[in-house]
């Protein structure tokens, strides 16, 4: 057995809420059996980003905001791998919005899990896009994820966790990356995950979570519905929690599939000039 | 617009003399084509250049357009010539005018012997030596359409050039036929249109005649599809970027090329997800580039450095054009390479290579790809917009020259042998073995933290240090390993230039005006940029009385570079500089040489 790179400890405060996380992926991976060699887990910037230094798997850092586009590439480059890209709400929603946008509609068969907990931890404490007003003198409206992926119509998986409810969690992370490897395209899935250090909302939202699954009419193939439920529940002071979206049909649909199918791909290819020779011959002899 | 009746309109109002004469004979000629966006001054200058190609001319096309779709002034110009050429001509042979603006525009570069045919539906000129046909209302009747006219004109040309028919007609064929049916047929017609007319004018029918040439075996090209297949030959299987002018073809060739080859191209949303797109997929095991242009590299800048530190392999195809800010994107320039030198916050290795024809962008670009896996370095290539989308002959690219270098990728049986894997391995080179995720039995962390061998984050100042010397080392490690600089001229010349990328064509043509006059020179052209070729600087200036450094840029930013590794050699550093968006013409070079009385 060749030695690899071993985790290390979690940087993390105790009691944060990305140890729920960090717990739900080692968990959920285990349950799908994924050779850890075939596993990729780009993080982000923040506390959150730093989780693929606590797990045994191909880890790679990304840059603040960019994770999305470097997870993009490895999955279109090789197919064959499970992407997961984690990192936190300033990450994912400020510096990184552009990119969340278009994930939704590239759909890629990666997962994204943005631990959202509503500050940025690691510089001490500011507002951050999913901040409460008054959080920090903050004055601006809290972003939505969840309506905001509702809103683009891909044939995504959505869905939202709270760390406070870590079996949930490891079912719904598990049937994201279920959903992945089934190259049915892009699962969102953002937990709610409390910095016990600059704001720790564990009781809060304890009370104010609201299991999506219990409300009657509750349908997670039909998005006009859930975008009801969702928005009508957060009306409510309450959060919405669950499956949001699950694509109605159980198509091949992630962009890996349109562009690689069944080829190799851009990384299992044979690049080598001796194969390729004759069709590069004729590809110059097109030239006039 | 008025558009006078085919019937009133006198088929050609032709000035000049109008007594038979000898054709007067051109082995260098350059036709410039002006008139408003849209009225096909491209398409007039791409029938040329397959025209002269077929002659066995040397070609270089110019374009000079407006950042619009349509409308504005736009021209272009084609050079033809028995020799090889590189640069646009400093004075125009023959005019084609569809409009007014393009005849004042025009006139002031044309030879005295130069002639003007223009599109005579709108204006009128008076000026000698010209000859107006109303091209639009020409067409216009039995085709249906003025857009035509362009094709009618291409016809007219073909008359005062003394052109051979059948290789005129055959030109349409061939630029039309994949649109084929009522398209080319009725370009066919446009064509016969434009030459009858020209036929009938006195002064007109073979007022000129073209030499032939022997260079039949050359292709027509641009260094932005150079690159583009070069990169396919390279074994670049992933490309990401976003749409900039003069970059943009590359990305739009690769969608044509890459397919076949297993490849992915995206567009992807900006530069910042392109150059992530491509370090993600490059971390992945892929080979890959993303192109871009000023504005799109500042973006990329966060990536290119987060690639270095990372150790992650990538090329960056930067195609100049006029900065800062918007600047001007379709005219040339050479004033990236103070940013791409001093890249991004920090402090990281990089290799700017800079071709200057369409071979070497071929050849550069398999060679970027090679640098960039074999030293774990980001590459930039360096191109300039004359050298992107100019069209010139070219020699057929060389496949028995390429070879693929993927330096110390492990295989998985080479994995199976290992101890231990560690993707920042200290080694004699500074370059660590890596096997790309998906590799069975391993696994590693990568990061643009600073980190320790095993890719864990690091604030160890001792760490800090060698992983510091371990990336930056490879700057000088790699010396030998990069594109050399090429000579040109004896190299007893005691006047030299220096130079690179787009500017090497007006170069060698400033050397053989200066030879004709008894002024021999030399002529360094750089392909590695940076770090700067200090071994190859410093013999040549040795060699020289004076250097003349001549770069695309208000600053002399190679100049500066230069001055600033060799500062010994000071005195005998000149800057000879253009910024107004134009490239230079030979006879600009000359006269900046301040020897040549």
């Not at chain 1, 039909?222 to 439920?229: L, P, S, T, V």
């Amino acid at each position: 057995m060749v030695q690899s790179a071993k985790p290390v400890s979690p940087i993390w405060c105790p009691g944060c809420g990305d140890f729920g996380v960090l717990a739900a992926v080692k968990r959920a991976a285990a349950e799908l059996k994924i050779p850890t060699h075939e596993l990729v887990l780009v993080g982000g910037i923040g506390c959150s980003g730093s989780i693929h230094n606590f797990l045994e798997i191909n880890g790679i850092h990304a840059l603040h905001g960019r994770l999305l586009a470097q997870a993009v590439g490895v999955k279109l480059a090789n197919p064959g791998l499970t992407v997961i890209a984690a990192g936190g709400d300033g990450d994912g929603y400020a510096i990184g919005m552009g990119h969340f946008i278009h994930a939704f509609k590239k759909n890629a068969s990666i997962l994204y899990i943005v631990m959202n907990n509503e500050t940025y931890g690691l510089t001490k404490g500011q507002a951050s896009p999913t901040s409460q007003i008054g959080f920090e003198g903050n004055v601006e409206p809290p972003f939505h994820s969840i309506l905001t992926a509702l809103s683009i119509p891909a044939p995504n998986f959505i869905a939202r966790t709270f760390s406070g409810d870590p079996k949930t969690m490891t079912a719904i992370l598990a049937e994201a990356i279920r959903f992945n490897r089934e190259g049915r395209g892009f699962a969102f899935v953002e937990d709610l995950s409390p910095c016990v250090t600059y704001n720790d909302t564990y009781k809060l939202w304890r009370e104010k979570v609201l299991d999506v699954s219990k409300v009657p009419d509750y349908d997670p193939t039909d998005r006009k519905k859930m975008f009801r439920i969702c928005l009508e529940t957060t009306e409510q002071g309450r959060i919405p929690i669950g499956v949001m979206h699950r694509p109605k049909e159980a198509g091949r649909d992630g962009l890996e599939t349109k562009l690689v199918g069944e080829r190799k791909g851009p990384v299992r290819t044979d690049i080598s000039l001796a194969s390729n020779l004759e069709a590069y011959q004729k590809l110059l002899a097109g030239l006039s | 617009m008025t558009t006078p009746a085919a019937r009133t309109t006198p088929i050609a109002e032709a000035t000049g003399p109008t007594e038979p004469r000898a054709p007067m004979e051109l082995s260098d000629l350059s036709v410039m084509i002006g008139g408003q966006g849209g009225d096909g001054t491209l398409t007039v200058s791409d029938l040329l250049g397959r025209y002269f190609r077929k002659q066995g001319l040397y070609v270089y096309t110019s374009r000079n357009v407006l950042s619009r779709i349509r409308g504005g002034h736009a021209d272009a110009s084609v050079r033809a010539s028995h020799d090889p050429v590189a640069a646009v001509k400093s004075q125009v042979d023959v005019l084609v005018a569809f409009d007014n603006e393009a005849v004042e525009m025009g006139r002031a570069e044309l030879e005295n012997h130069g002639f003007i045919i223009y599109d005579s539906t709108t204006f009128h000129s008076d000026l000698p030596n010209s000859a107006g046909f109303p091209f639009a209302t020409l067409v216009g009747g039995p085709l249906g359409q003025p857009i035509f006219k362009n094709t009618a004109a291409y016809g007219a040309l073909s008359v005062l050039l003394g052109f051979d028919v059948e290789s005129t007609r055959s030109v349409i064929q061939e630029r039309f036929k994949r649109r084929g049916g009522e398209a080319l047929e009725k370009n066919l017609k446009a064509l016969e249109i434009g030459r009858h007319a020209a036929l009938e004018a006195a002064g007109v029918p073979n007022r000129f005649s073209v030499v032939s040439g022997d260079a039949h075996d050359q292709i027509l090209t641009t260094g932005n599809q150079a690159v583009a297949l070069g990169f396919v030959v390279g074994g670049g299987r992933f490309f990401a970027g976003y749409p900039i002018t003069p970059a943009t073809e590359i990305m739009e060739y690769l969608q044509r090329y890459l397919p076949a080859f297993d490849g992915v191209v995206r567009q992807a949303e900006d530069e910042l997800a392109a150059i992530n797109m491509v370090i993600g997929a490059s971390y992945a095991g892929a080979r890959v580039m993303t192109s871009t242009s000023g504005p799109g590299l500042s973006l990329m800048t966060e990536g290119i450095g987060h690639a270095a530190t990372a150790e992650i392999p990538i090329v960056v195809a930067d195609c100049q054009r006029v900065g800062p800010s918007t600047g001007q994107p379709t005219r040339n320039e050479q004033s990236d390479l103070s940013h791409l030198a001093n890249l991004g916050h920090g402090e990281y290795p990089r290799f700017i290579i800079a071709p200057s024809t369409p071979v070497d962008c071929f050849e550069l670009t398999v060679d970027a790809l090679n640098l960039a896996e074999r030293w774990r370095v980001p590459v930039i290539l360096l191109l300039d917009q004359a050298l992107c989308q100019n069209t010139s002959t070219s020699a057929r690219f060389d496949l028995s020259k390429a070879h693929l270098d993927r330096g110390k990728r492990l295989t998985p049986e080479a994995v199976a042998a290992l101890q231990q894997y560690k993707v920042y391995e200290l080694t004699e080179d500074g370059v660590s073995a890596v096997a790309p995720p998906g590799t069975p039995g391993v696994w590693s962390e990568v990061t643009g933290n600073e980190h320790d061998e095993w890719g864990h984050v690091s604030v160890n100042p001792a760490n800090r240090v060698r992983m510091m010397k371990k990336r930056m080392e490879k700057m000088v490690k790699a010396r030998n390993d990069l594109p050399p600089s090429r000579l040109f001229g004896p190299p007893d010349a005691k006047i030299g230039f220096i130079g690179f990328g787009g500017t090497s064509g007006p170069i060698v043509e400033a050397m053989q005006l200066l030879h004709a006059r008894g002024v021999p020179t030399r002529y360094l052209q750089a392909r590695t940029l940076y770090p700067v070729p200090a071994h190859e600087l410093e013999p040549f200036l040795q060699s020289v009385d004076v250097a003349y450094v001549v770069e695309h840029n208000y600053t002399g930013q190679f100049a500066r570079l230069v001055r600033e590794t060799l500062p010994w050699h000071h005195a005998k550093l000149r800057s000879i500089l253009k910024y107004d968006g134009y490239t230079f013409r030979a006879p600009q070079i000359v006269a900046e040489v301040k020897e040549v009385a």
